[in-house]
């Protein structure tokens, strides 16, 4: 099975060291960086024939209003770094894994071991679409109502499905992906939280911007009961999550640990184990049940989190 790596985002400190770790554990992978334009390059000081660096032009961040002043965000900016370098022209048939350029691999025995986990996942499981980091792969029915947001710190996808989006994100601008207010219909509120929101969450965006329609999804968390229909199909049948302490990654801003809360508002392993196991009706509601349970145990277990930061126990 081919294996490639995509570093994605912005130049940094730490991107340098991520790029030779990758190279020295798999000798056979080819590890890509894309980034911007005007920012620092890689191959001036590594000139591996398996590293590949591509420099994309910043298209600045999303705010296309001009008549009210909000923060940006900077989803399109992650889609081009993400989506931006033409792989259906040099990739063939097999997993690409997305880092952020931020990450840092900590132990290097356990993040070999989680990518033999995830191949042996996409051979036994012939339907299985994205393998995610579970914090950030959001259950709709407990804290953060967004179905289909599933962690891009780091994930592993089918090139098949990888060049999909990329075809799809070739001929996108920012009018054509609807960067506008989340909530459009109310921008009062928008102002009010001083933000300039998205109609979909970044994520959403990343895995799956060329499916809302068939998803039936009118906004990131404005959806009707089909839409949970086919998030559990999802689960059942094409995603599974790891713990990130299970990968051997970090952050590098978050090196002491991102705390426990995250487990208490997203999607697990055994959520996905039992979810596949049960009949589709059963799922729907161990979805539920488990989704309201966990929200229940998020706001201790948060100010735990935040206890711990006030300590420096956690980033």
């Not at 660096?53 to 298209?59: A, Y």
Request: glycine share 4%; hydrophobic share 40%.
């Amino acid at each position: 099975m081919n294996r490639y790596f995509l570093i994605q985002g912005s130049y940094n400190e730490t991107v340098l060291e991520l790029i030779n770790v990758l190279l020295e554990i798999d000798e056979s992978s080819k590890i890509m960086f894309s980034h911007y334009i005007n920012e620092k390059k890689i191959k001036n000081s590594l000139t591996n024939p398996r590293f590949s660096e591509f420099l994309i032009n910043d298209p600045g961040p999303d705010n296309l209003s001009s008549d009210i002043n909000l923060k940006s965000t900077n989803i399109f900016r992650m889609i081009k770094t993400n989506f931006g370098c033409d792989t259906y022209q040099f990739i063939k048939k097999g997993i690409i894994y997305k880092l952020r350029s931020d990450l840092i691999i900590s132990s290097k025995e356990k993040f070999l071991k989680s990518i033999n986990k995830i191949e042996n996942l996409f051979l036994e499981k012939k339907e299985l679409e994205l393998v995610c980091l579970q914090n950030g792969t959001f259950n709709p029915y407990g804290l953060y109502k967004y179905p289909f947001h599933f962690n891009d710190w780091f994930y592993a996808v089918r090139s098949e499905r990888f060049q999909e989006l990329e075809k799809y994100f070739y001929y996108i601008d920012k009018s054509s992906l609807k960067l506008d207010y989340y909530l459009y219909h109310d921008r009062g509120k928008a102002a009010k939280l001083d933000k300039y929101i998205s109609r979909f969450q970044a994520e959403q965006y990343i895995h799956f911007a060329d499916r809302f329609e068939n998803y039936e999804m009118i906004e990131g968390s404005l959806f009707n009961k089909n839409t949970l229909i086919f998030f559990r199909d999802y689960l059942r049948r094409h995603l599974w999550v790891l713990p990130i302490s299970q990968t051997g990654l970090k952050l590098f801003k978050r090196s002491l640990g991102i705390g426990l809360a995250h487990k208490f508002s997203s999607i697990s392993e055994i959520d996905i184990l039992i979810i596949r196991s049960f009949p589709k009706r059963l799922s729907s509601l161990y979805l539920i049940f488990s989704g309201r349970i966990k929200l229940f145990f998020w706001y201790p277990i948060n100010l735990i989190d935040k206890i711990m930061r006030r300590l420096k126990l956690i980033d």
